[in-house]
Structures are given as C-alpha cells and as structure tokens.
C-alpha cells in the first residue's frame, strides 16, 4: 500500500484543461453554462431551488487491484452519510467556524442515496466491484472505461458517478464540470480517502474529498480560483479574494490579498486544508451549486 498523502492535492483542474484540449465544445459549452448560471442567480430561479431538497442518486464504482482497495459496503455508505451531513450543513463542526462568517454557513438541502435501481431497471446495491491490473490511475480517466481497467459510467442524467480506486501522484480526488463527455462525468476519490471508516486514513477521514470534489461536479471552483496572483475568482462573491490554497489546520485569520482582517475563508469546503478543518458552504456557492442543479444537471436530481 503507498502512503497516504500528507496534504490535500486535487486533480480538478488538471483534468479540465486536459478534455479542453481534447474537446475544444466544452470549454464554449462552460461559458455558456456560466451565463446560464448567472441568469439562474439574477432571477432569483436558483435561490427557489435551494427551497427544495434535491435528492442525487449515486453509483459508487470499487476498482481494486489489491483487498483494502476492495473497501467495504460499510465504508461506502460512511461517505453517503457524510456527504449527507455536509450538503445539509447538519456537520457539528460548523461550531469552529469563526464568529465573523457563522452566519454565512449555508445549507445546500441536496441529499444523496446509493441507487436502488441500474440503469435496466434491476434492483442494485447503488455499488459496482470491477477487478483491475492496474497498481493506480491518474486523472486521464482510465478508471472510467472497461478497455483501460475501469468501470464504464452509468448515465449521468440519472445518476452521480463516484469511482474509487488507487489514484497515484499523491492525488486525493478529481472531478468533471458541468458540460463535459457523459462517458467520463462523475467524480473519482482515492481508496483511503473515501469515507470515514474501513481503509481510511488521516488527515483525509471526514468524507471531505467527496465534499470538496462534488462541489466541483455542481461547478465550484476553488476558493483562490486557481491562480497564484490574486486575479483569479470563483465566481462567488460571498468568498473572500485569497491567492493561493491553504493545507493543514490553519489559524485564523490568514491574510493575503488585502483580504483583512478576516483574511481566507479556509475553513471552506473549496479550500485545500485537511478534513477536519473544512466545515462550510457559502450562500454564495450554494446559489451556484442550485443554480447547476436547475441547468446542465437538472435531470439528475429529484
Ligand atoms: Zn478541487
């Protein structure tokens, strides 16, 4: 077994600009989901839809090579159940949330549930287990299709792919946006950093890679917007301007670009920092979240 990685390292981006080149329509399709998402949150339609509790139904894809990547039913549903925790903001943890943003906490009111159905209709765990050669995968989506050691996704219209395997280069998770393949929507988390019990392992044990990298799926971007210089956004105005991502267990406040006195949200879910240091939404990216679930997601959730 390889080593758990020390600090948080997600694929999103890498694996963007990559079907970006690969698919010159996605990165026009996005711009035109980004307007789309705009209009959503200007005319108040997005805002209604967080009115409503959404439930995602989920398949979750076990490609393993070796036994402790063949994790567990129970390790399978501790994720759902944090991730039922997070998109309802009932986590306990939102109490260490600084006092100046407490009110910002955000609940998304989207709930998820392993399917009960495939897609031919037949009863299912909501689990697929896929035997693989492969000793890890990468963020070019191998895992994703029978022909390269994977498992080939179920329609994403009705469902949210979650594959887990051994992911190599240190990597936690990664994600697709909005407007991507269908072959490869969905999001992938690494073996030992999905769920909150079986083969997980410090400081990635709280379920967050998932809660981070779906966020991505509903189109979040991170909490810095992916530059280095201050110019980059994350389309939200609630979060505040921060220049690069945090890890660990920061200390309140960390300051960069002008942003004091209360300097970065990190205790955001968007940020890098360790599991039990992410705790919260915004109602920013919560407006943005609802906003992708009545555009280019809407047929998934119910
Ligand atoms: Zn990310």
């Known amino acids: 077994m390889s080593p758990a990685p ?19 329509a996605f990165r026009a399709r996005q711009n035109g989901i980004e307007q789309g998402i705009r209009r959503s949150i200007q005319s108040g339609q997005a805002q209604r839809v967080t009115r409503q509790l959404i439930t995602i139904p989920v398949v979750v894809h076990v490609v393993y090579k070796r036994d402790p990547e063949n994790i567990s039913d129970a390790q399978v549903k501790s994720q759902i159940d944090a991730l039922n925790r997070d998109y309802r903001a009932n986590n306990s943890d939102t109490s260490t949330v600084p006092d100046v943003w407490k009110g910002f906490v955000t609940d998304p009111n989207i709930q998820f549930a392993l399917a009960t159905k495939d897609p031919k209709g037949k009863a299912t765990t909501g689990i697929t287990r896929t035997k693989t050669t492969r000793d890890s995968f990468g963020t070019g989506d191998s895992v994703k299709r029978a022909t390269t050691g994977g498992s080939a996704a179920w329609p994403r219209d009705r469902y949210l792919n979650l594959w887990v395997c051994n992911l190599g280069d240190g990597l936690l998770g990664y994600a697709q946006f909005p407007g991507g393949p269908a072959a490869t929507d969905g999001v992938v988390i690494l073996y030992t950093a999905f769920g909150t019990m079986g083969a997980v392992q410090s ?31 994350d389309y939200v105005t609630d979060t505040p301007n921060a220049q690069l991502p945090n890890y660990g267990k920061p200390k309140f406040p960390h300051i960069s670009c002008n942003n004091g006195p209360n300097g970065d949200m990190f205790m955001d879910y968007m940020d890098y920092v360790d599991d039990a240091a992410m705790v919260m939404f915004t109602a920013g990216q919560v407006a943005r979240m609802n906003a992708t679930l009545a555009g280019p997601r809407k047929k998934v959730g119910r």
């Open 203 to 233: 400081p990635f044990d709280l379920g967050r890679t998932a809660t981070h990298e779906v966020g991505h799926w509903l189109n979040l971007i991170h909490i810095w917007g992916d530059r280095n210089d201050c110019g980059g956004t």
């Open 6 to 24: 020390k600090r948080r390292q997600c694929g999103t981006q890498q694996a963007h600009e990559r079907l970006c080149e690969m698919y010159p």
